[in-house]
């Protein structure tokens, strides 16, 4: 049995990952999540990809046909073989962590953070849009990073998940990123591998002040958006359980309140450095 700890809560795992921190913690006052192998295949139909909500719980199959159940009592249940174990670690980081923490009460969003002092800037969008390249480009520019692929908030903080980034060698290498620690991604389409980045360019926890949209554009622009259309986005992006659950739409409101936000037209025409440049400078205009 593996210990960790992420986001203020203990994690005990049959499963090793080695992309979270490994813990000796003995404090029983922590909220707790169970990680189980389960060799008993599901009784339904599921796709690769796929997402279900059934009697509670949230079914996911991966990409590789790896099946997780999330239940709303602190578990992750994952139906696998010895066969298809090597890249479990992997995709159980991603959806499955996700709900796993929406249970646990926090509020998680598809997208990057990083932060300058103790604020945070948050990056949402769909993949594929520049998220982890905007916020790595970031670091060399003053900012840390604070987290990739889930954005999770409670008691108006942002917690960081672990610091390691789906992105390229030759990303890397281009935005001169110092890192520790280099994981071969299985059949990623995009040919990324996962990077840890250095302790010192990472951060903890901070205060969430603002939040970006992007969408690819021929031309760059910065502009600030009313809530009632920042929702339509966060809808999107949100690790929700029911479209009309009221406790859904409330964690949402909540994140609305709390953020400013505004929509980024990245030009996908432009060079990585002018775009970050620009958005560099934005953010250091609000919480710099």
Known sequence: MYKYRICDINVRSELLI??????????????????????????????????????G?????????????????????IFSNNNDIKHVNQSIIGIPFGYALS???FNVVHGSSVSIGNNAACIFGFSGQGKSTLALSLINKGFKFLTEDLCIFKDEK???????????????????????????????????????????????????????????????????IAKSEAFEFL????????????????????????????????????PIEENSEYLSSHMKELIG
């Open 18 to 55: 080695p992309f979270l921190v490994l813990s000796n913690s003995k404090n029983s006052n922590l909220e707790k999540l169970d990680i189980k192998f389960h060799n008993s295949p599901v009784d339904f139909s599921i796709s690769k990809g796929e997402i279900i909500f059934e009697e």
């Open 57 to 77: 719980s949230v079914y996911h199959k991966d990409k590789f046909g790896t099946i997780f159940k999330i239940t709303n009592d602190s578990k992750i249940i």
């Open 103 to 105: 249970n646990k009460g």
């Open 158 to 224: 942002i917690y960081q998940f672990n610091p390691w980034v789906k992105t390229t060698t030759k990303l890397i290498r281009d935005l001169n990123i110092d890192i520790e620690e280099e994981v071969k991604l299985f059949q990623d389409s995009r040919e990324r591998n996962l990077f840890k980045i250095q302790e010192k360019d990472c951060s903890k926890k901070c205060t969430p002040k603002i939040a970006y949209f992007i969408v690819e554009d021929e031309k760059k622009s910065i502009k600030n």
């Open 235 to 270: 809808f999107t992006n949100f690790y929700r359980f029911d479209n009309k659950k009221s406790s859904d739409l409330q964690r949402m409101t909540n994140i609305l309140e709390s953020l400013d936000f505004y929509i980024y037209k990245r030009d996908i025409n432009a």
